[in-house]
C-alpha cells in the first residue's frame, strides 16, 4: 500500500493553511511521514546501548570494588573495606544476573504462533456497532496499533473517519451530573440531540456548559480487523503490538526500553522487573557508602571518579525505583504500559472536557464529583477500565512474576501466563468495547 497516501485528510489540508494551527499541523504532518518511511532500526544499531550499558556498570564496578575498596584495604581500614563489599558484590552479581537474563530472553515473537494470513475485513453491522458513545474531536489511537488504522494500512475504514461522526449522534451520558456550584442537572449541554432543555434550577448564572462526560473509545480492539498487522500480515494475538524499532509484533507488548536494546513482551517483562529492583538496590548501596565515606574522607581526599559514580548512582536510583515502582502498579493493575497510555488518554480528555465547560482549575471539587459520577456510571478508568484483568490485583502480578516469591526478587522462573491467551474483562463486550455499570455481570455491579 502506498505509504504516500498514509495522512489523514485533514492533515494535507492543513498544509496549505498559512495558520499557526496550520504550521503545527504541517510538522505533526512531516515527522508522521517520516516515521512511516522510516524502517525498523538495525540489528547493530538497537544493540549499541546494550554496550554502553554494560560499560557503566564495567566501571561502576571499577571505581567502587577497584579503587575505593582497594583504598580502604590499603589504607589501614580492612574490615571497612572487606565490610563494603561483602554487601556490594552480591548485590552486582544479582544486577548482572538480572540485566544478562533479560537481555537474552526474547520478549515473544508473534510471528512465531500466528501463521501469515489475508487482510480480514468487519463483518456486516460491526460498522453500526462502533458508532456508540464516540466522542468528537478525538484523533488520538487508542493504542499502538491505531497507527496502522490512521495509516489506513489496516481493514476496515480508517480511524480518521470512525472518530468524527456529527454531533447529533452522539447520545448523551445517562446518568445526571451532579448539581453544583452552577451546574445543571441533567446533560443539557451534552450534543445528544436534545438541542434545548429546560433549565435546571440554579442558585446563580450558569457560566458553564456540562462537561461532556466519559467517553469511552468506540474501537472495538479485539475485532480480527482491528489487530491485522499489514507490516506483518498477521492477525496478531491479543494484547501483542508492532514494534517499529525492532520491526515485528511483540506478545502483549508492553514497551521498548533501549537499556536492553530490544522489547519488553510477555516473556521478558519478570526479569525486565527483577533488573529495575537489583539496580535499585545496588545503586542505593553504592551511593550511600561512597557519599558516607567521601564526606567522612574530607574534602582534601576525594577521588573525582568516586563522585563521578555518586553522581551516576543517585541518578539510576531514582530512575530504577520510579521505573520498577510504576510497573509494579501496572502489573497488579493487569495493565500494560501501552494499555495505560489509553486510559491516560482518556483522562485527559475527561480534564479537556471541564476546560472546555469552563470548569477552572481551582473548582476542585466541583470535578472530583463529576468524576465521581462518570464512575458510578462506567467504574473507575485504572482498575475497572482496560479492556484486561486478570481477575485480581494476584493474578495479574503471577501472570507476569510467576508464582514462586523467589522469582519476583531474582531472574528465576517464568510468566505463568504464555503471551498468547488472555480472558477480556468482564466489563467489556465482546469485542472490546468498555460498558456502562449496568451492563455489566451481576455480580461485579
Ligand atoms: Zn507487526
Ligand atoms: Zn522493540
Known sequence: MPTENAGPPRDKQALSSPTCCGTISEARYAVRERRESRGHQPWVVRKLMVVVTLGIMGYTGYV????????????????????????????????????????????????????????????????????????????????????????????????????????????????????TNGHAAGVNGHPNGVAAAPPAPERKPSRHRTPRGRFPPTTAPLLPPHRWCSRCSIVKPYRAHHCRICGTCILKFDHHCPWIGQCVGARNHKFFLNFALATAALTLYTFGSLLAFTIQAGAADVDPQEVVIIALAALFALFTLSLGGAHARLILLSQTTVEHLAVQRMKEREREGFRDAGVRWWEVGEKRRALAAYDREWGAPDTEGNVWWAGSARAGWEDVMGASVWGWVFPIGAPRGDGLHYSPNPRFDADGRWRRRSEWPEELR
Open 64 to 179: 567502587y570494588a577497584g579503587r575505593f575498596a582497594v583504598r580502604l584495604l590499603h589504607g589501614g581500614r580492612r574490615a571497612d573495606g572487606i565490610g563494603l563489599l561483602v554487601g556490594w558484590c552480591p548485590l552486582y552479581a544479582w544486577m548482572i544476573w538480572a540485566y544478562i537474563k533479560v537481555i537474552i530472553t526474547p520478549p515473544g515473537n508473534a510471528r512465531d504462533y500466528v501463521p501469515k494470513t489475508p487482510q480480514p475485513l468487519f463483518g456486516p453491522g460491526q460498522w453500526q456497532q462502533r458508532q456508540l458513545y464516540t466522542e468528537p474531536e478525538d484523533p488520538a489511537p487508542d493504542d499502538a496499533s491505531l497507527a496502522d488504522i490512521e495509516a489506513g494500512r489496516i481493514g476496515g475504514p480508517a480511524y480518521e473517519d470512525l472518530s468524527a461522526p456529527s454531533a447529533a449522534h452522539i447520545p448523551g451520558t445517562s446518568l445526571p451530573l451532579p448539581a
